[in-house]
């Protein structure tokens, strides 16, 4: 039962489809996000529906919901923002053309920039398990990775 001040959340809506929205928005601020736009020149020129902001929490949300649609993924997104009160009118899921050109036109750069500002390993030299032999400990589960030669790597 929701307690006085709560909203009620739509029939189906689970809470879990929002709570991973609001850490994107909580590890990577909106200071963060512009500062990077402005270093990349990919601050929009005009008011658009899917501003670069947007464009780049919906990018890193399609790593959170890998087996969904463009469109589906936005609906997360939007239902997410929408939940934690940063979209405050009714708002309509872009098409999936219009999701794509707003992708292209912010482009890699801003993601790469958002990476080396907050990529950082989590375990320090003297952590138990991290290093083994001096060289640190990783993982990567169903990934492919090409290294700069174009070998591929799984």
């Known amino acids: 039962m929701p307690r006085p001040g709560w909203k009620r959340q739509p029939e189906g809506s689970r809470l879990t489809d929002h709570l991973s929205i609001g850490v994107l928005t909580r590890t ?24 670069s ?19 589906e993924v936005m609906r997360h997104l939007s239902e997410g923002l929408r939940w934690m009160d940063q979209f405050q009118s009714p ?3 872009p098409s999936k053309v219009a999701i794509f050109k707003a992708r292209l036109r912010l482009g890699a750069e801003p993601m790469k920039r958002l990476y080396e500002a907050v990529a950082r390993p989590l375990a320090a030299p003297g952590d138990t398990g991290a290093f083994y032999r001096g060289l640190r400990l990783v993982a990567i589960d169903g990934t492919s990775l090409r ?3 174009g070998i591929t790597i799984t």
């Open 28 to 51: 990577f601020g909106r200071d963060l996000i512009d500062s990077i736009l402005v270093a990349t020149d990919r601050v929009q020129q005009r008011v658009r529906l899917l501003p």
């Open 53 to 71: 902001r947007v464009m780049i929490y919906y990018v890193l949300a399609l790593s959170l919901y890998p087996q969904d649609s463009y469109e």
């Open 91 to 93: 708002w309509n899921v």
């Open 147 to 149: 290294d700069r030669k």
